[in-house]
């Protein structure tokens, strides 16, 4: 068993199982996300016996890093491979004072907006909690960020469920994952400190509030259920109405800890004054502040980037009506790691990889392997 994604109570079990006290839980929580302890045996205020038969019958598996990559502005990208050959990605958004991990809830995404490269691959499989507070782990690693520091000194000072796959679509894992996230005695993130990014799962946000009490954001992207429904399947389901419901009475919003509603610029799409009009009707009543968000293209993307000026008057309108609306400048784009670029590589080097090879195999050979290749 994996000791990494296990609540506190978890953790005491599996000790009591093994005949131990319940203080030993406070002391292995303490090394495993306090110290970062990739191995039993640095776990000095345990007994050599009981580190003996934790490392016999127990691991502490974090995400193998497949792929590490820096970008020029200092954005870097890890391409994770879980026990089971999946993969996905993480990435750290460095500022002057702070961070974000960028992390991801699923491998792949099933929601098909057509703006997002995401989108483009297909859905595999929720993420574990392990796998999900792993992509954190790995960042301290990589940053070297052990024992946990304080706030005022941290490099990764917050965590943004912004990576791939859509969170409220794997509720109970990511609300255990964010419950090690906060732990006092070990990571020790506030609540106010991550953010979970929903496409707008109607029926999941109250309980989101409540649960996991964090700062929500939401991907809106249109201002009308025309064209919110064309980029974004999901709002035939759930279209604006209940969703700004839903919104306006999210558990704790306030003024002082306002949604952040996300809009991603796409030219002759959602980006004329008519748009920004329409999104400060919207929105009216709501504590709310935008974050507009230069479309980042990738290879074939059916749409175009708004030019700046325009955005800026978007910008202006909003900010008129007094509405908190900066431009978010793109991160990472030289490592395809910007807001709605996440997908693994790897897929396509794969895809590559085995055309390869079936062009070498005789006919029949190909058949056989095209027959391997389509099953489950």
């Not at 050959?85 to 993480?90: D, L, Q, S």
Request: hydrophobic share 40%.
């Amino acid at each position: 068993m994996n000791l990494i994604g296990l609540t506190r109570s978890e953790l005491a079990a599996v000790l009591e199982d093994m005949g131990e006290k319940p203080f030993r839980t406070r002391q292995l929580w303490h090394w495993i996300y306090f110290r970062g302890a990739t191995d039993f045996a640095q776990m000095s205020t345990l007994s050599k016996d009981l580190r003996a038969r934790l490392a016999d019958i127990h691991s502490l598996e974090r995400p193998q890093v497949s792929r590490e990559q820096t970008a020029m502005d200092g954005t870097r990208k890890w391409l994770l491979r879980f026990t089971d050959g999946k993969e996905a990605e993480a990435v750290h958004i460095p500022e002057d004072d702070r961070g974000a991990v960028c992390v991801s809830s699923q491998v792949g995404c099933t929601l098909t907006c057509r703006f997002c490269h995401t989108g483009t691959q297909m859905l595999v499989r929720n993420l574990e909690p392990a796998e999900i507070v792993g992509q954190f782990l790995v960042a301290r690693d990589s940053y070297g960020e052990w024992p946990t520091p304080t706030d005022e000194t941290r490099h990764l000072s917050n965590v943004v469920l912004m990576g791939m796959g859509e969170p409220l679509f794997n509720f109970d894992n990511v609300s255990k994952a964010v419950s090690i996230l906060v732990d006092g005695e070990g990571l020790a993130l506030s609540r106010r400190r991550i953010t979970l990014s929903t496409s707008g799962v109607v029926p999941m946000i109250e309980r989101c509030g409540h649960e996991m009490g964090v700062n929500l954001a939401v991907s809106l992207h249109a201002a009308t259920d025309e064209v919110r429904s064309a980029i974004m399947p999901i709002n035939r389901k759930y279209p604006l109405e209940p969703l700004m419901a839903a919104l306006r009475a999210y558990p704790g919003v306030s003024n002082a800890r306002r949604i952040t509603l996300e809009y991603v610029m796409l030219k002759g799409i959602n980006d004329s004054p008519a748009d920004a009009r329409a999104l400060v009707r919207l929105v009216r009543g709501l504590p709310c502040k935008f974050n507009l968000i230069p479309f980042n293209p990738w290879p074939g993307a059916p749409y175009e980037c708004t030019p700046m000026p325009a955005i800026q008057r978007f910008a202006d309108i909003l900010a008129d009506a007094g509405l908190t609306a900066p431009i978010r400048m793109p991160r990472g784009r030289d490592i395809l790691a910007a807001c709605g670029q996440l997908k693994s590589a790897s897929e396509r080097e794969r895809l590559q990889g085995y055309r390869a090879r079936l062009a070498a195999l005789s006919p029949d050979e190909r058949a056989a392997a095209e027959a391997e290749h389509a099953r489950p």
